[in-house]
C-alpha cells in the first residue's frame, strides 16, 4: 500500500524558512513525478512545485527563487525548502505522487501539513 507522510511544518515569521519532507512508502517513489500542492482556507489547490523522475523541476511563479525541490531516491523523499517566507505562503501543503500505469494517471496524496507565517 502506498503511503505519503509529509513532515515539517509549522509557525515561522515572514522572511523566515522551513523545510518540508514528504516520504513513500511503497515501491512508486523512483518512477513517480513529485509535486507539492497547497491550499489557502477558501481557495482552490494549487500546484507550488514539481519534480519528475528525471529531476527536472518546475515552480508556480509565486514562489520562483525562494522555494527549492528536490528528491531523494536512496530514502524515498522529496522535500520542499521554502526561504523568504510571507504570509501569503500561508497554507496546508499537500505531498503528491504521480505515476503512469498502463494508459492511466494514478495519483497518491498525503494528508497535508500546516505552513503558518505570521509575526
Do not use: H
Amino acid at each position: 500500500q502506498v503511503q505519503l507522510v509529509e513532515s515539517g511544518g509549522g509557525l515561522v515569521q515572514p522572511g523566515g524558512s522551513l523545510r518540508l519532507s514528504c516520504a513513500v512508502s511503497g515501491s512508486i517513489f523512483s518512477t513517480s513525478d513529485m509535486g507539492w500542492y497547497r491550499q489557502a482556507p477558501g481557495k482552490q489547490r494549487e500546484l507550488v512545485a514539481a519534480i519528475t523522475s528525471g529531476s527536472n523541476t518546475n515552480y508556480a511563479d509565486s514562489v520562483k527563487g525562494r522555494f527549492t525541490i528536490s528528491r531523494d531516491n536512496a530514502k524515498n523523499t522529496v522535500y520542499l525548502q521554502m526561504n523568504s517566507l510571507k504570509p501569503e505562503d500561508t497554507a496546508v501543503y499537500y505531498c503528491n505522487a504521480r505515476r503512469k500505469v498502463m494508459v492511466a494517471t494514478v495519483n497518491y496524496w498525503g494528508q497535508g501539513t500546516q505552513v503558518t507565517v505570521s509575526s
